[in-house]
């Protein structure tokens, strides 16, 4: 069993106080009992000198002693007096009267000779002896004095008080009693004050202990109240400091695991930190995305487990043993790309950051760039086909074509064809580049859907007319204004047209709707925001299924002979994209049933007064 301080310090000032407290009795009793006994010895040797000279007549002369009985009247009467037994011994021994004996039981006392008191009076004329008697079994002090100074030893009388020592004795009993309650009196007020002691020193320190106990259970707010200026008060104080210090550098420390985690929380980039045996430590919201691995199945296990891809397991082995910076490109099974960047961290205990690995996705930068070189290739294709039939027409003339006026006219129109051609390719290209960098400005002034169908379709009907097109145009009178450029609108919409009359066999049906929609992306404080859609509906070939995402892309062609047997140069559709998107719209191409296609086009209103 372990003791607590405060037991520890109140046993031991009551152990200190007991071992004072008996050695104090003891010694008081020891030294009463000394006093006593001195003060008895005083009183009995001026009691023995007084009844000596008392006796004086007695051995004055060569009287004989009176009879027995005589004498021990007289030293029964002076017993009396004294408060003391008194004997008469004679040189040999013999006891001649003793007042604590029967008169008849004096024959049969014990010869005295070899008592101490009386061998040293014979030798020295007094003597003293403290012992229980052998006569009435008493403890008793005895004083012997020779009567008569001037007699010889062996002649001699000698006087014998003995004063029994129960009353001192039962004295030292009553001031042993009283010692005893008064010392356990205050035994028991010391236990109160050592307790009431103990707890005063020991309550800081249990304090302390408490609030040490909190500290480590997380509680930082601990406090520890004292008044004390001593070393407790010191090591109070130090603790509450300490806490303190405590508290700011796990302040510190928190905030800047927040802000750590908010940077790779909002990161696009992965981030997966390796220790050096290759198992995940960390990875963030982003690496969990591309991987579709959530942190806690990814902590704590192998990086090659988590994904079985080669190359990323070999950039991995590479990097924790070549403790170099790698670099790799990778593609995953779902067809993303990343670019990933592996540094060396520096740890090489476990469970410490050995490598960081950073994961872009550059799927669609890769898919930019292959729209770039598609894009180069097919400008280059474009423009050499018109220029290559230019350039074998002309030559055909100059090797005499020229001199066949039929042939030379013939000729000469189907360069100024394929000149025109080439003409519309680059004024289509140069628009597109101007709108793809900003350089167009789009007007935002209220126009009515319905006359941007109106005129367009006021333009495009003679084109219509001539493939024998049905050509319908369905407009609700409840459309909201929308803000935009009417010239591009019509653009859009001419174009838009123009595909559906050229993809259209003669004879076809082609529909122009407009009708007022809720436009929910464009929610704004005041209110949902409502639209226009616009759609053109044709009869015509219709666009396969997976064509479709990509006719907005330039110079895509679902079929390239056809498209230019049209006159279509491909750029059209990327036109009108951007021209919708530039008027905060969106645009998308379904089937038709039972054929044909249809464009919708969705553009937002200006937000409406609802008074
Ligand atoms: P083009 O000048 O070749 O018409 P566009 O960009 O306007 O180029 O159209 C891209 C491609 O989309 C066309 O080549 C054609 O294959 C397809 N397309 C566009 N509109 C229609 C339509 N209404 N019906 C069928 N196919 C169409």
Known sequence: MTL??????????????????????????????????????????????????????????????????????????????????????????????DSAVRDEDLADIENHRTRPE????????????????????????????????????????????????????????????????????????????????????????SDMATAARQLAGGNLAVHVETSARDEVGLLAHTLNHMTEELRSKIEQLSEDRAQLLAMLTSMVEGVMVLDSKGRILQVNPAWERMFGVTRAEARGRHS????????????????????????????????????????????????????????????????????RKDFVANVSHELRTPLTSIKGYVEALLDGGKDDPETSVRFLDIILKQSDRLNLILEDLLQLSKIESGQVQFKQEPLHVGSVVDRTIAMIKPLADKKQHRLRAQVDADLPIINGDQERLVQVLANLLDNAIKYTPEGGEITVAARRIPVLAHRTADGPHTGVELTVTDTGIGIPEKDRPRVFERFYRVDKARSRELGGTGLGLAIVKHIVEGHGGQIRVEGNVPNGSRFVVCLPAEPEDRD
């Open 304 to 371: 090659s487990d988590v994904f079985a891809h080669p190359k990323l397991n070999a950039t991995v082995s590479a990097v924790l043993t070549a403790r170099a910076g790698q670099e790799a490109e990778i593609v995953l099974t779902n067809g993303r790309c990343l670019n990933v960047e592996a540094s060396v961290a520096g740890g090489e205990q476990d469970n410490e950051a050995c490598a960081v690995l950073v994961f872009h996705d550059i799927t669609e930068l890769r898919r930019l760039e292959h729209i």
């Open 118 to 205: 009386i061998e040293q009076a014979i030798t020295t004329g007094a003597g003293t002896d403290l012992r229980a008697s052998h006569t009435t079994g008493e403890r008793t002090l005895y004083r012997a004095v020779r009567l008569d100074q001037l007699a010889s030893p062996s002649t001699a009388l000698y006087l014998r008080l003995g004063l029994p020592m129960t009353t001192l004795e039962q004295e030292l009993a009553t001031l042993k009693r009283n010692l005893t309650l008064a010392f356990g009196s205050a035994f028991l007020i010391a236990v109160a004050l050592s307790i009431w002691l103990a707890r005063s020193l020991t309550k800081p320190l």
């Open 4 to 97: 607590s301080i405060r037991w520890k310090v109140a046993l031991a000032i009551l152990f200190a106080l007991v071992c004072g407290f008996v050695v104090a009795g003891l010694l008081t009793a020891r030294s009463l009992a000394e006093q006593e006994l001195a003060q008895s010895e005083r009183a009995l040797e001026v009691s023995t000198n007084l009844i000596a000279f008392d006796l004086r007549p007695l051995v004055r002369g060569s009287l004989p002693l009176p009879p027995m009985p005589q004498l021990q009247a007289m030293v029964r009467e002076l017993s009396h007096r004294a408060h003391a037994r008194v004997t008469l011994v004679d040189a040999s021994g013999r006891v001649r009267a």
